[in-house]
């Protein structure tokens, strides 16, 4: 379990206190034993950081030859950290991918492999434990996929905040549209481009956020104005089932389609 750390009112999550330094840990050693369970005997990633470092390290322990795709752009000194087959390539994200499918390696891209998706819950898991009264959670977010994995755990009460460099709020924006738009970020392993899990944490998210949308347009002043944006947001995500329930409807539905006794 990792440390918390606490600076003021806030606690901060350890994740650089796992193994290779990062929360990929979570899901890395999994998906290195899956690939291994389901017959695959090589394994493929598309990383500038994180993530590359921990496959490097799980597929050495486990004698997996990885092959690497990295951007042409990456520092030298995170080159020194991956052990694999480097291949730089201006595509590396679907270069990967078509590596995977002529050469049958596993693909080990976060977002598509169902098993990073449910280790990260791991962390919830464990800050459940270590704060039961928890009540809201800060989660930087490049390609949600540890946002998800944390949220699909947490329980309905605890508010979830995705945290994005405000030059590519991919989720973010979908939420507070009114922000400052900024040309660069220091923060480049949160700036991706492609996000195959974005509709399902939109939706997701939009269904934790139902009960308060819905008390809101009722309460809001212009009412038909409140639930015209309403039902846009709801038809684009295919959730207008709940358009005319009310707050406490909507949460008993929420949790049950979760799991969740009421
Ligand atoms: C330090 C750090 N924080 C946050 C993230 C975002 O993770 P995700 O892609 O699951 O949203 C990453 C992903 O690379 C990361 O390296």
Redesign the pocket.
């Known amino acids: 379990m990792t440390p918390l750390t606490k600076i003021d009112h806030l606690y901060f999550k350890r994740e650089d206190q796992n193994i290779t330094g990062?929360?990929?840990d979570r899901a890395l050693p999994l998906q290195v034993q899956n690939l291994i369970q389901e017959g695959y005997t090589s394994a493929v990633i598309s990383?500038t950081?994180?993530?590359a470092i921990s496959a490097s390290f799980y597929c050495q322990q486990a004698n997996i030859p990885l092959t690497i795709f990295v951007s042409p752009k990456i520092k030298e000194e995170k080159i020194s950290l991956l052990k694999g087959k480097i291949i730089k390539s201006p595509k590396p994200i679907s270069d990967a991918i078509k590596f995977s499918k002529s050469n049958h390696a596993y693909l080990l891209r976060?977002?598509t492999d169902p098993i990073a998706k449910i280790a990260?819950g791991q962390i919830a898991t464990e800050i459940l434990m270590q704060l039961p009264n928890l009540t809201s959670i800060f989660i930087?977010?490049?390609?949600?996929?540890?946002?998800l994995g944390i949220s699909l755990v947490l329980p309905e009460n605890v508010k979830i905040f995705a945290v994005q460099p405000a030059s590519n709020p991919t989720i973010s924006s979908a939420f507070v549209t009114q922000y400052t738009k900024e040309n660069d970020t220091i923060?480049d392993?949160?700036s991706?481009k492609y996000l195959p899990l974005k509709r399902e944490i939109d939706a997701g998210l939009l269904k934790k956020e139902m009960p308060r949308f819905a008390e809101f347009a009722s309460a809001a002043k212009n009412e038909f104005e409140a639930r015209s944006k309403l039902w846009n947001l709801l038809n684009h995500y295919e959730l207008l089932n709940l358009f005319d329930e009310k707050p406490w409807d909507i949460y008993k539905i929420t949790r049950s389609i979760r799991g969740y006794d009421v």
């Open positions: 990062s929360a990929k990383s950081g994180n993530a976060q977002s990260y930087p977010v490049g390609s949600g996929t540890t946002l923060t392993a949160l991706v």
